[in-house]
């Protein structure tokens, strides 16, 4: 068997087009979308995943804000900023990029957001209406995995799914999501006995532990989906997921790439949310 990409990137595109006509159709109503991005420190890393975010923006006609500001920033001038962002009414979505210097409470961080404009889908208020079936803004990397599913046909109702990670970001949120759409959820951890017992019941199967390669071919289930969240690099420097694509590609019946998999559709849907969040607020106004 050799297994169907799941082409995240040409999705992306897609999604991407579909905001640039939402977008174009807010602003005409004079609701034009923004997005706040806070950079603290100077990561290399995440000064990548910022400019790529911006620039999304700028494609699909969404205002954005780059709050940057040095390592030593102290956590109070970061909640200032936040909650002035909260404030603006030409903002409609705030992102703190993470992770944030040592001497800054992430959560405290977070909780300060307006649920209104937690476009990360990280705010308590966001997790517990995910929790709860209401409605709420979802993290990016899970509801974009979702919409992949979709997008490929993949029958949920009734199916074994298996997550492999237990993140507040990807992990939980992703097992949420699926039971929401009636799969059968377990959701295994670093504390998991006998980790391929599990993953070889899948007929989907996702990977969000942040090990390269951990997920091999013979931990399997033949015919099963799999999603690969992982981003690593190997003993050769190249990226890769936490899935060995090669040998799960002679075994599963479709499967997501790494790159040009999930990190496309986490971009697309933080664009989603903005616009989710535009409408929301251009309705109240």
Do not use: W
Request: net charge negative; hydrophobic share 45%.
């Amino acid at each position: 068997m050799s297994a169907t990409i799941i082409d995240g990137a040409a999705l992306a595109a897609e999604i991407r087009q579909q905001c640039t006509q939402r977008a174009a159709a807010l602003t005409a109503r004079g609701h034009r979308p923004g997005l706040a991005v806070v950079l603290v420190g100077d990561s290399q890393a995440s000064a990548v995943y910022v400019r790529h975010k911006i620039n999304d923006c700028a494609q699909v006609g969404i205002h954005s804000e780059l709050v940057q500001l040095p390592a030593h920033t102290d956590e109070q001038t970061v909640l200032d900023h936040v909650r002035r962002l909260n404030e603006a009414p030409d903002i409609h979505g705030i992102l703190v990029q993470l992770p944030l210097p040592d001497q800054i409470a992430e959560r405290r961080v977070i909780e300060t957001i307006s649920p209104a404009k937690d476009v990360d889908g990280f705010h308590v208020a966001n997790a517990g209406a995910l929790m709860t079936g209401q409605r709420g803004f979802a993290p990016c990397t899970p509801y974009g995995v979702m919409h992949m599913l979709a997008h490929a046909g993949v029958e949920l109702a009734g199916a074994e799914a298996v997550v492999v990670g237990r993140s507040n970001i990807v992990g939980k949120p992703q097992a949420m999501m699926l039971l929401a759409a009636d799969a059968t959820v377990t959701l295994c951890h670093s504390r998991t006995r006998d980790l391929a017992e599990h993953t070889r019941r899948a007929d989907v199967l996702i990977a969000a532990v942040g090990r390269a390669k951990m997920i091999t071919g013979d931990m399997i289930k033949p015919g099963a989906v799999v999603v690969d969240v992982g981003m690593n690099r190997d003993e050769n420097g190249r990226l890769c997921g936490d899935v060995d694509f090669e040998s799960a590609a002679a075994v599963a019946s479709r499967i997501t790439p790494v790159p040009g998999g999930v990190g496309p559709m986490t971009r697309a849907m933080l664009l989603v949310n903005t616009l989710n969040a535009t409408e929301i607020a251009a309705g109240a106004a």
